[in-house]
T-cell receptor, first 115, second 110 residues
Framework: SAVISQKPSRDICQRGTSLTIQCQVD?????MFWYRQQPGQSLTLIAT?????????ESGFVIDKFPISRPNLTFSTLTVSNMSPEDSSIYLC????????????FGPGTRLLVL | GQNIDQPTEMTATEGAIVQINCTYQ??????LFWYQQHAGEAPTFLSY????GLEEKGRFSSFLSRSKGYSYLLLKELQMKDSASYLC???????????FGTGTQLKVEL
C-alpha cells in the first residue's frame, strides 16, 4: 500500500480566491490522481498527474480552473482557482501502486468550504 | 459512456450476510475494485477482480462476471463497524482511470 498525506485537511475560503492542496506520498509512484467528492456523491476524477508531463484532465475539468503540478515522483499539488460555492467539496489525491495488480490508494482528503 | 449501477442503500442485521451488487457498462475493462468509505474518511481498498470468479479475503468476498458486466461484494458475519458506503469502481482505458459508481450506503443494525 502507500501512506499519503494531504494539506490542508480542511479550509474555509472566500469566493474568488484560490487554494492549493498538497499531496505527499511515502514512496515514488508514477501515477497520481485527483478526485472530487461532492456532498453525498461518489468520486469524480478531475485529472491524472504524471511526473514530467502535463496533467490529463477529464471532461468538464480544465487546467485554468484546476492547475496541477507534479514536480517529482512523491508530490503533487492541485489548485482550485477563482472559487465559488459550487467548488465546496472534498478533494482527494490517490496513487497507483502494485505489481501486476495495480491498485489506487487514497489520501485522507481536503474538505473545502467556499463562502 | 461509462455507467456503473449500485443500490443506493441497504440495511442488514449484525451477524448476518449481505451481498452488494454492481453492474457496469464501460468502454474497456481492466479490472473492478471495491472500496469501503466511512463517513468523513477516505475510501479504503477492499478487493480487486480482473478475472471471472470469486476472490475471498476474510469476511469479505468479491465476485466478477465479465460477460454479464456484473460484480458483487459479499460481507459475512456483519459487524456494526461495517456500516459504511461501499463503492464499486471499474478501471478503464490505457491511463488506468477509475470510474466510480454512486456507492451503496450499508447500515448494520442490532
Amino acid at each position: 500500500s502507500a501512506v499519503i498525506s494531504q494539506k490542508p485537511s480542511r479550509d474555509i475560503c472566500q469566493r474568488g480566491t484560490s487554494l492549493t492542496i498538497q499531496c505527499q506520498v511515502d514512496s515514488q509512484v508514477t501515477m497520481m490522481f485527483w478526485y472530487r467528492q461532492q456532498p453525498g456523491q461518489s468520486l469524480t476524477l478531475i485529472a491524472t498527474a504524471n511526473q514530467g508531463s502535463e496533467a490529463t484532465y477529464e471532461s468538464g475539468f480544465v487546467i485554468d480552473k484546476f492547475p496541477i503540478s507534479r514536480p517529482n515522483l512523491t508530490f503533487s499539488t492541485l489548485t482550485v482557482s477563482n472559487m465559488s460555492p459550487e467548488d465546496s467539496s472534498i478533494y482527494l489525491c490517490s496513487v497507483e501502486k502494485g505489481t501486476g495488480q495495480e491498485t489506487q490508494y487514497f489520501g485522507p482528503g481536503t474538505r473545502l468550504l467556499v463562502l | 459512456g461509462q455507467n456503473i449501477d449500485q443500490p443506493t442503500e441497504m440495511t442488514a442485521t449484525e451477524g448476518a450476510i449481505v451481498q452488494i451488487n454492481c453492474t457496469y457498462q464501460t468502454s474497456g475493462f481492466n479490472g473492478l475494485f471495491w472500496y469501503q468509505q466511512h463517513a468523513g474518511e477516505a475510501p479504503t481498498f477492499l478487493s480487486y477482480n480482473v478475472l471471472d470468479g470469486l476472490e475471498e479475503k476474510g469476511r469479505f468476498s468479491s465476485f466478477l462476471s465479465r460477460s454479464k458486466g456484473y460484480s458483487y461484494l459479499l460481507l459475512k458475519e456483519l459487524q456494526m463497524k461495517d456500516s459504511a458506503s461501499y463503492l464499486c469502481a471499474v478501471k478503464t482505458g490505457g491511463g488506468n482511470k477509475l470510474t466510480f459508481g454512486t456507492g451503496t450506503q450499508l447500515k448494520v443494525e442490532l
